[in-house]
Structure formats: C-alpha cells, structure tokens
C-alpha cells in the first residue's frame, strides 16, 4: 500500500510574519536552521517574508497538516539556478509538538515533486549540521546522498560545527515518490 501525505503546502502570505517570527525566536526551533541565535523584529520578520514572495530565485512554503489545516512548518528551494538546473533545500517543523512524526519528510517530498517535475531541476542540495541526526535521517528518506563533508563549516555559538552535504538528483527521487499515492 502506498503512503498517503498528511500534510499540503501553500504559498507564503503577508500575515505568516507573525507565526514566522514564533518558530525564529524559540532556541529549541532555530537551533537547527539557523545556527546562532538571531534576534528578529516582527518588522524584520514582514520584510523577509515579502522578499521571499517575490523572489523568483526561491520557493517558499508553509506546511500545513491537511486534516486541520494549520500551519506547522516551512519547507524552501532557495537559491535556483536555472541553467544548471539546482536549487537548495532547507525545511523544519516549527510547531514542536508535531516533530517526529514525518511532516517534514511529506513536505519535502512535495516540494522535490514540485521543482523536479515543475520547475524542471535536476539536482537539490542542502548542508545539515553532522550532530542533526533527525535531518539527515529525513533527507536519506527524501532520496538524498551524502556528497561531502563542510569541516568547521559554520561558527555557532562559540564553536565551529561541520556541515553535511547531502544531495538527490531526480533519478533517485522517482523511487522515492514511487512509495506515495500522488
């Protein structure tokens, strides 16, 4: 039996500034995605969103669950480039109780079927700090492979953190979306 996705995505809009800005200021939430801690404005937070709307170099996304249709999480291919046919993926479940069961491998693999099959790429990357096991377990069921190995490639509170390079080409996603009903 194939698996079924439990949650959709939709496009950014204006007032998710406000849930945005939650999920960036929870230590436990950006820990992750960001690195350091930033402190973030709500305006900051507005000017970001709007930027990500209109940039045509990116698609952004919330993820929301389909049987309630809240907003939980994130989901971005950041960073397009159109003649080599890649993109860079970054994606987190912002509300906490809802981690650990999957939402965001489902969101990711939308989105892989969007800009492999829509958008045209060919390959989509992302780094992932090597301690964040839980992401690279998602990206391995996403269809992603380890590529390389960023030492010390970002400085987060005080200490360097390598980086984990992990990518999937659209050969490798056609056998992971083949275990979903689309």
Not at 43 to 64: M, Q
Not at 67 to 96: M, P, R, W, Y
Not at 144 to 156: H, P, Q, T
Request: net charge negative; glycine share 8%.
């Amino acid at each position: 039996m194939k698996k079924q996705f439990r949650v959709f995505l939709r496009a950014l809009e204006p007032e998710d500034y406000e849930i945005i800005h939650k999920w960036r200021n929870d230590d436990e939430v950006a820990l992750f995605f960001s690195g350091t801690r930033r402190f973030t404005s709500t305006l900051n937070e507005k000017k970001w969103l709007e930027d990500r709307i209109f940039d045509r170099n990116s698609v952004s996304c919330v993820t929301c669950l389909k049987e309630t249709g809240e907003a939980i999480g994130c989901v971005f291919i950041n960073s397009i480039d159109l003649l080599n046919k890649n993109g860079v993926s970054g994606c987190f479940i912002g509300e906490k109780q809802h981690w650990s069961k999957g939402y965001a491998t489902d969101a990711l693999i939308l989105m892989l079927k969007h800009v492999f099959y829509d958008k045209g790429l060919e390959r989509v990357w992302a780094g992932v700090f090597e301690e964040n096991t839980a992401s690279l377990r998602m990206a391995e069921k996403c269809g992603y492979k380890v590529e390389g190995l960023m030492r010390k490639g970002a400085f987060v509170d005080g200490e360097f953190k390598n980086i984990v390079i992990v990518g999937v080409l659209r050969e490798d996603f056609e056998k992971v979306l083949e275990q979903y009903e689309v």
